[in-house]
């Protein structure tokens, strides 16, 4: 099979363009498979970076030139925004070439993706009035949000991109369940999640701290663990990552008088590794709907058990009893499940065997790309 894969990375990459890479190396092994590549970091804010995400001549002349040149039997975009834009699907409608599209986040409804803004779940552009990411400033400019707004309004309404796509990835039941109800038919949307590769030398064996991994913005609730690690009594955790809300956190932190509670910044993928085999329990306080939850799975991956809000797709990764769930935002009842966590090691060592056992069978490349095969097959017949 010829696959080619669309992306644009973002300025900051993140899980979604590691799993877009790693997806592309897995497909490889078997297929033929190309990368279509958009850059956003190369993008400056300007009305003309505004139109390009609309429309742009120029780049759906290079995606038909691509499609002419490889030839692919599929194509399968992730995210097109904003460096990308409508170009990959209108040149494969046009070369009629079927259209699989990866729903990594909600900007098919929302324009910041997230359906979360000033601090709460968020759903007032969802019927597409989205003059609201204007008016809520949804974005740290006001001049992204209108250029979001008035671009997915029309990809949404006048382009009609979602038509154009034949089957809809998702990564989670949640976000299945929430295309259907927008009116995607159930059989134009497979649940297919994320994956991760498993660690041969895995040891369940609880190591001394918990750890959280991700982006430090206000949606990821970080201010919330914060709050309830003050709560349990200031047990050693590690925070990895980095992001808009760094600084406030630090200082939050040190207020809070967490001495126990260090933050480490980004780290390269093997230094993350290295963090999660030697933690205790992985914690995603989550206060939007995740859709997928990689970071879980690479604690799963190796032995370490999750706590997770429950919210979007996260319940589903320990409905197996791989880890807790809490409630999203409540800082008492976060710091009940980190203080059992950290009281209770026969508990950590079951829950990370059983979620290195799920891990294998459930979230490791093989079942994926069996999931992703069995897929394109069902467009392409």
């Known amino acids: 099979m010829r696959v080619l894969l669309a992306h644009s990375f973002y300025r900051t990459p993140g899980g979604e363009d590691r799993h877009v890479q790693q997806e592309a190396d897995l497909l490889s092994k078997g297929h033929s498979v190309e990368l279509l590549v958009g850059r956003n970091d190369r993008l400056s804010e300007t009305p003309a970076t505004a139109v390009q995400m609309v429309y742009s001549r120029k780049r759906r002349r290079e995606a038909a030139d691509t ?17 990308l834009g409508s170009a ?75 038509d154009k796509v034949s089957l809809f990835v998702c990564p989670s039941d949640f976000v299945r369940k929430e295309l259907v109800t927008w009116g995607v038919p159930a059989e134009r949307t497979v649940t297919i999640p994320n994956f991760c590769y498993p660690q041969s030398n895995a040891d369940p064996q609880p190591g001394s701290f918990g750890v959280f991994v991700g982006r430090l913005s206000s949606e990821k609730g970080v201010h919330v663990l914060l709050e309830a690690l003050r709560i349990a009594k200031d047990p050693p955790f590690r925070v990895v990552g980095d ?57 799963m991956a190796v032995a370490r058990p999750v706590l997770v809000s429950s919210l979007g797709g996260l319940p589903e990764l320990v409905r197996e009893g791989t880890g807790l769930q809490c409630r999203p935002g409540d800082a008492v009842d976060l710091a009940k499940q980190i203080q059992r966590l950290m009281d209770d090691s026969d508990f950590c060592r079951a829950a990370g065997v059983r979620g290195l056992k799920v891990s294998r069978h459930e979230f490791g490349p093989e079942m994926h790309l069996a999931r992703l095969e069995t897929a394109f097959r069902t467009v392409l017949t």
């Open 88 to 162: 990959v699907h209108l040149a494969a409608v046009e070369a009629r070439v079927p259209l699989v599209m990866t729903v990594h986040n909600f900007r098919m409804r929302c324009p910041n993706g997230l359906m979360f803004t000033e601090g709460s779940l968020c759903r007032r552009c969802q019927r597409g009035n989205y003059l609201q990411a204007i008016a809520h400033r949804c974005f740290p400019s006001r001049r992204q949000s209108v250029a979001y707004a008035g671009a997915l309004w029309i990809h949404r309404f006048a382009v009609r991109l979602q």
């Open 243 to 299: 992001g808009p809300m760094e600084s406030a956190l630090r200082n939050q932190a040190v207020g809070l008088g967490l001495t126990n509670t260090k933050f480490l910044g980004r780290l390269p993928s093997n230094q993350v590794g290295e963090v999660l085999r030697g933690s205790r329990f992985l914690v995603m306080p989550s206060l939007w709907n995740e859709t997928g939850g990689l970071a879980a799975l690479e604690a």
């Open 67 to 83: 499609l002419a040149r490889f030839d692919p039997d599929i194509v399968h975009v992730h995210n097109v925004y904003p460096s």
